[in-house]
């Protein structure tokens, strides 16, 4: 699996953004799919994920109620849809997919597949 992010860029705060994740050379069907973030000097921290099959979501708090997670399996691509954009959410973006089972498809780890970040920039 080769994930590959896209769609970040600089916005104001208040701003919206949508990012995709894809991957050119396999079916991301069977994936559970993860979106994570790391700010310059923090570790990296859970944003939201969404399971395979019947597509539930689970979300940080600190963001919950302003991102969505979807997928498009007929695109085999992942979105964040990110509203509200706050200065605190400028980070480098990165999409992970795991085949953990249903009960547990939010946990990732680093033997999961990484996507290359994107970096979201949110001037206040």
């Known amino acids: 699996v080769q994930l590959q992010a896209s769609g970040g860029g600089l916005v104001q705060a208040g701003g919206s953004l949508r990012l995709s994740c894809t991957d050119s050379?396999?079916?991301?069907?069977?994936?559970?799919m993860g979106w994570f973030r790391q700010a310059p000097g923090e570790a990296r921290e859970f944003v939201a994920a969404?399971?395979?099959?019947?597509?539930?979501?689970k979300y940080s708090d600190s963001v919950k109620g302003r991102f969505t997670i979807s997928r498009d399996n007929a695109k085999n691509t992942v979105y964040l849809q990110m509203n509200n954009l706050k200065p605190e959410d400028t980070a480098v973006y990165y999409c992970?997919?795991?085949?953990?089972?249903?009960?547990?498809?939010?946990?990732?780890?680093?033997?999961?597949?990484w996507g290359q970040g994107t970096l979201v920039t949110v001037s206040s």
């Open positions: 969404i399971s395979r099959g019947i597509t539930n979501t």
């Open positions: 992970a997919a795991n085949r953990m089972v249903l009960s547990s498809y939010w946990h990732f780890d680093e033997d999961d597949s």
């Open positions: 050379g396999r079916s991301l069907r069977s994936m559970n």
